[in-house]
């Protein structure tokens, strides 16, 4: 069984927003936390859209992350954070995603905060 294939595209942007922004969501040009929904992308309808009130600049669940100029579908990679999250420290997770503004807080996922239940519908 596949279990990549599992994950359903909703899933992976709440695991996403939560990995990205634990605390809420926060503008990812000039950090404010004031910020509005715009709507979803065409292609992706769970991917949330925002515009910034302080800058105005609009952003949405994959700007600035690693996952924003990938080919690869976006529950691939929550597949594997998931996976490794189980296996690995959250230093060999920040590692893993890269250098970019997407930076991965304490509450990697683990088997607590992302039980297989809730992950995979
Ligand atoms: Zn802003």
Redesign the pocket.
């Known amino acids: 069984m596949n279990l990549i294939r599992l994950l359903n595209d909703e899933k992976c942007f709440s695991v996403i927003r939560e990995l990205r922004w634990p605390d809420g969501i926060q503008?990812?040009?000039?950090?404010?936390p004031y910020?509005t929904k715009q709507g979803r992308d065409e292609t992706q309808p769970f991917r949330q859209r925002y515009r910034?009130?302080?800058?105005?600049?609009k952003f949405d669940d994959l700007t600035g992350t690693v996952f924003a100029g990938h080919h690869q579908p976006l529950r691939q990679w929550v597949g594997c954070l998931y996976l490794m999250g189980l296996n690995l420290s959250n230093r060999q997770i920040a590692q893993w995603a890269g250098p970019k503004s997407w930076t991965v807080s304490s509450r990697v996922p683990n088997s607590g905060d992302l039980n297989p239940e809730n992950l995979f519908t």
Request: one cysteine or more.
């Open positions: 503008c990812p040009h000039c950090a404010n910020v910034c009130l302080n800058c105005q600049r």
